[in-house]
């Protein structure tokens, strides 16, 4: 019996620094949560719940609320000419009560039913303004490379303790991102993962070489009016006919995402901090 015991507390250590918190091995009260997150304890005689809480401040002048995004159409110009090469376009309506914007981009408007709309084949363009939930995150939790995208698809964050990736070459944890406006996410902190997409990234340091990872917003503008990518979007004539000046949601979450999303809250521990306020704007 005494072995038995001795066994199942050489996995736990008290936090130190006068916590009365017990960590996995390997785990402490200096390193449960990433850097610029607080380690939350409740600990008593008979339960032990440690959380981490995301910072509410101090965030990259590139980060943007990130949540669910809606895209707003402004109606097709006759005009086939690029915008950014003297063309004429229509400007989109501002975003809807609730979203903030993101960013803005032309996008060619075609006749035909194809499922690519090239600028060679375009009778005028439009604009669209992408616009983000004005109380997403600023900083959020990702599990992997493709994690950008289920961001856009309007996960929420959570931030277990002692799971995230602390050192290098890790998976099945998870590390600090935001989004900026183009619809990829950066790394918050000096951890990374080494791939812009996909399922097999591992964990790393950043060490002045940033890998942005894949998101949804294809391309963006900045409000100056650079050119964007014209062979991205498809806008039909009779779409933007009806959308001029219109909202729409672009948002979807497929079986695929739900899937993945429920084996991802599945294997997250009962010590998990919810957003609560402190990590949106």
Not at 26 to 43: H, Q, R, S, T
Not at 80 to 101: H, L, M
Request: proline share 5%.
């Amino acid at each position: 019996r005494f072995a038995r015991h001795c066994c199942v507390y050489s996995r736990l250590n008290m936090g130190g620094g006068g916590s009365k918190c017990k960590y996995n091995r390997g785990w402490n009260k200096d390193n449960a949560c990433p850097p610029g997150f607080k380690v939350v304890e409740d600990c008593g005689r008979w339960s032990s719940s440690i959380s981490c809480k995301a910072p509410s401040s101090g965030f990259d002048s590139r980060a943007i609320p990130a949540g669910s995004g809606t895209a707003v159409t402004g109606s097709c110009t006759s005009d086939s000419r690029n915008p950014a090469s003297g063309g004429t376009v229509p400007s989109a309506s501002s975003c809807p009560s609730g979203y903030t914007f993101a960013s803005s981009r032309y996008t060619p408007c075609c006749d035909n039913l194809a499922s690519t709309c090239l600028e060679s084949a375009a009778f005028g363009w439009s604009t669209v303004v992408t616009c983000t939930q004005t109380n997403g995150d600023m900083v959020f939790d990702t599990h992997g490379a493709y994690s950008c995208v289920d961001k856009h698809n309007g996960v929420s964050a959570n931030f277990p303790a002692q799971s995230w990736c602390k050192s290098t070459g890790m998976d099945g944890c998870w590390l600090p991102y935001s989004m900026q406006s183009d619809g990829r996410c950066f790394p918050y902190g000096d951890m990374q993962w080494n791939s812009p997409s996909g399922y097999s990234a591992k964990s790393q340091r950043v060490n002045g070489n940033e890998i942005l990872l894949d998101g949804k917003f294809p391309g963006t503008m900045s409000a100056g009016g650079a050119s964007p990518s014209p062979e991205v979007d498809y806008n039909s004539g009779g779409i933007a006919g009806v959308a001029s000046g219109g909202f729409a949601c672009v948002v979807g979450v497929g079986a695929l995402l739900r899937r993945k999303q429920k084996m991802r809250e599945g294997s997250k521990g009962r010590d998990v901090e919810l957003k609560g306020g402190a990590n949106t704007v």
